[in-house]
């Protein structure tokens, strides 16, 4: 079957940095994406990675392990709008996107 | 209107009616979704729509039916709706079914099937 995992919740402080894990295993791979989604609200796209790397865009960074099934992304100097919930997505095969269940991210002052 | 629109934003539903959950986007997307989101699981997809006059079935299906009469609409409908199905609907679209192209969502509509 097709999988996606990440943490269920991290916490992080005001200022601080912030690594959110995802692994996968999925039938084929057509790129990775990043979304976040606050509380009651729709997600919104943060990154895209389809070949090995770190792409960076401000304060958030996204990575990408093709041979390691694996994608982190980075949030930078967290502040509290950044709390929220962290959504990794892979497309298969089939281009159809396997969603994680999400990362919720708690920010501390 | 600008982007993703749904309607009813929010429903109370008895057992066994009808329901249909309404989304227009002026975006001029070929490929739209509809997704159920789930305490403690990750979207999962109903059915979707990759070009107007086509429709596929999603993870979920059972249940729901959609129809992609034109490039800005696609509505989801519940024939005969059960508890089970109470859940947050997100309609979402994008330029292509593949590629790079991302999601554009709409707010959701919360659904509660008594």
């Known amino acids: 079957g097709q999988n996606i995992d990440q943490p269920t919740e991290m916490t992080a402080t005001e200022g601080a940095i912030v690594q959110i894990n995802c692994t996968y295993q999925t039938s084929g791979f057509n790129g990775l994406f990043w979304y976040q989604q606050h509380a009651g609200e729709a997600p919104t796209f943060l990154s895209y990675?389809?070949l090995d790397g770190l792409e960076e865009k401000g304060r958030f960074s996204s990575f990408l392990s093709r041979s390691k099934g694996y994608s982190y992304l980075l949030l930078k100097e967290l502040q509290m709008k950044d709390s929220a919930s962290y959504l990794c997505a892979v497309r298969d095969s089939n281009y159809q996107l396997i969603w994680g269940a999400g990362t919720k991210l708690i920010i501390k002052p | 209107i600008a982007g993703i629109t749904q309607a009813p934003t929010s429903q109370i539903l008895a057992a066994g009616r009808r329901m249909t959950l309404r989304c227009t986007q002026d975006m001029r997307h070929n490929a739209m979704y509809w997704y159920r989101q789930d305490l403690g699981l990750g979207l999962r997809l109903i059915h979707y729509?990759?070009?107007?006059?086509?429709?596929g079935k999603g993870e979920v299906p059972d249940g729901y039916s959609v129809s992609r009469a034109n490039t800005d609409d696609f509505p989801l409908t519940l024939a005969s709706a059960v508890p089970s199905q109470t859940s947050v609907y997100f309609c979402?679209?994008?330029?292509?079914?593949?590629?790079?192209?991302?999601?554009?969502f709409g707010e959701g509509s919360r659904l509660t099937v008594l």
């Open positions: 990675n389809v």
């Open positions: 729509s990759n070009t107007a006059g086509t429709t």
């Open positions: 979402a679209s994008s330029d292509s079914a593949s590629g790079g192209g991302e999601l554009f």
